[in-house]
């Protein structure tokens, strides 16, 4: 074989393998991030109520170093950490920390409040799960 022809198959083998390397980075990708019958405390999930659904999707966005009210909701929720740091503690004192990219399957009908412990904002995104003319969080 000449010098000539394996160049030529060094070239198209260098050429497919770089062809076929990006086709990898063009695939969908799907990752699962929370699957659960129970919040994250280990409290088991109320059952759906009765009425017309309302989905609502938040993103909220809380302060370095601030505290939400304690509060609770009346509706299945779930969200995932974007940005930041989070410490979520409930009313028996169980505590999760949240970090960029974990996702969390909130409590019902339990009060708790969440703390960003951290120097950046923390930003969550939260959908819930309700229905028509019940609020989605209440205050103590």
């Known amino acids: 074989m000449t010098v000539k022809k394996i160049c030529i198959i060094i070239i198209f083998s260098c050429i497919t393998f770089h062809v ?3 086709e990898k980075d063009t695939k969908i990708e799907v990752t699962k991030l929370a699957e659960s019958t129970k919040s994250w405390n280990g409290d088991q999930l109320p ?21 939400l009210d304690l509060h609770k909701h009346l509706v299945i929720n779930a969200g995932v950490l974007l940005k930041g740091v989070l410490t979520v503690v409930d009313d028996k004192g169980d ?14 009908n339990t009060y708790h409040y969440g703390e960003n412990k951290g120097d950046e ?8 799960a309700g229905v028509v003319g019940t609020p989605i ?4």
């Open 20 to 22: 076929f390397s990006q």
């Open 47 to 67: 059952a759906y109520p009765k009425g017309k659904p309302q989905i609502t999707i938040l993103k909220i966005v809380i302060p370095p170093h601030k505290k």
């Open 95 to 108: 505590v999760l920390e949240l970090k960029a990219g974990d996702s969390i399957v909130e409590l019902v």
């Open 121 to 128: 904002p923390a930003e969550i995104i939260v959908f819930y």
């Open 137 to 140: 969080t209440v205050k103590k």
